[in-house]
């Protein structure tokens, strides 16, 4: 991991004299987001350009955590953290940062995305070199499915820091992402492993790549195993076991995976009528809320569940199963492009229970759940 010596000290109080400003709420919106901008501006100038006061990238990430409490739903604070979260190698904080940002921010200001990565380009122009802006850049295209935009930033960073773990792990999950230059995409990820082989972050970012990039069952669950084990237990960690699982044909397995990453991301379970053959439920989702849905089968039966959304507000679901017992049987996670959907012959009459939400529970809009 990049190490976390940064000289600073002089700006905390300034710092936390501001968050207590925001915490106050002030009434002009506007002018708060153009004070934290101006904040964040001056953060990481000073993480850039002060080599007389040494602090660490972990206070940042504090600094920054304690402007997304008092402006929750502001661009900057997130942005901050994220850059924070990525200098101290915790990338799988950062994804979860991001899908914050689309579950609470994205609503507020539809514009988030722009904002960003305007921010950066603004920072770039003035300082190419920058790493903080450089890192920060090329993970926001990343994580915006801009994989050739990323590789373009990385290669810069890879030859002013050859030896940066984020650089090669992010060069080469884009690689294998975009579905270009793959062996040049496996050597950047070694190499990165190389680096950093204790870091159960690392291992996320590779399991990742081996499930939505190249294909590799085995080697995703192996590194999805290890982050887990080393304490990354997510609801991505759980969606790429699950993954796994279902490559091997363990459906009850891939479905109790599915079931974990539902315990972590569900704050609400709405129960809703009963969803019965040829019909179809519309669903309200926000961040946080899956629904519970009963249906009656009987044994032999095929069952057959689609999900949708035709307002295209929401783009990714995900749904399992539940056995009257409440064991799950079945879960889906990227059938029909990013949808779920499945067909399962039940083993048994009775009432089993369907939940879904959007995949981590961060969208809002409209989810159609139809039964044939």
């Not at 661009?75 to 914050?100: K, N």
């Not at 305007?118 to 300082?127: Q, V």
């Not at 779920?340 to 229970?353: D, E, L, N």
Request: hydrophobic share 45%.
């Amino acid at each position: 991991m990049i190490a976390a010596e940064i000289r600073l000290s002089h700006f905390r109080a300034g710092a936390r004299d501001y968050c207590l400003g925001l915490a106050r709420r002030l009434p002009d919106a506007d002018a708060t987001q153009r004070r934290t901008s101006h904040r964040h501006r001056e953060l990481l100038g000073a993480l850039r350009h002060s080599p007389d006061i040494i602090v660490r990238y972990d206070l940042a990430l504090r600094e920054f955590s304690c402007v997304i409490d008092a402006d929750p739903t502001g661009v900057e604070g997130y942005r901050g953290r994220i850059e924070a979260e990525l200098l101290l190698g915790r990338f799988s904080d950062s994804v979860r940062d991001y899908a914050r940002v689309t579950a609470y921010v994205e609503p507020v200001h539809p514009d988030a995305q722009s904002t960003i990565l305007g921010g950066y380009a603004t920072r770039l122009k003035l300082a190419p070199d920058d790493l903080p802006a450089l890192t920060g850049m090329s993970f926001a295209r990343w994580w915006y499915f801009d994989y050739t935009g990323a590789i373009h930033v990385l290669n810069h960073l890879v030859q002013l820091r050859p030896d940066d773990v984020f650089a090669n792990l992010f060069r080469g999950s884009s690689r294998l992402l975009k579905g270009v230059s793959n062996d040049a995409g496996v050597i950047d990820i070694e190499r990165a492993l190389a680096l950093d082989p204790l870091n159960a972050h690392v291992r996320y970012v590779v399991a990742d790549a081996y499930t939505y990039g190249l294909p590799d069952p085995e080697r995703a669950f192996s590194e999805a195993m290890l982050a887990l084990d080393w304490g990354l237990d997510t609801p991505r960690i759980h969606a790429i076991l699950a993954s796994a699982w279902f490559a091997f044909g363990d459906q009850p397995a891939a479905a109790a995976e599915i079931a974990k990453h539902f315990e972590l991301v569900t704050t609400e379970l709405v129960p809703t009528t009963a969803l019965a053959a040829g019909t179809s439920l519309a669903l309200d989702l926000v961040p946080g809320r899956s629904f519970e849905i009963p249906i009656a089968v009987s044994a032999g039966q095929t069952l057959s569940i689609a999900t949708s959304s035709p307002s295209k507000e929401i783009y990714d679901s995900i749904a399992v199963l539940f056995a009257p017992d409440g064991t799950p049987v079945i879960g889906a996670d990227d059938d029909n492009k990013y949808f779920a959907a499945f067909q399962w012959i039940a083993p048994a009459s009775g009432t089993y229970t369907l939940w879904v939400t959007s995949f981590e529970s961060v969208n809002t809009g409209e989810l159609v759940v139809a039964r044939d």
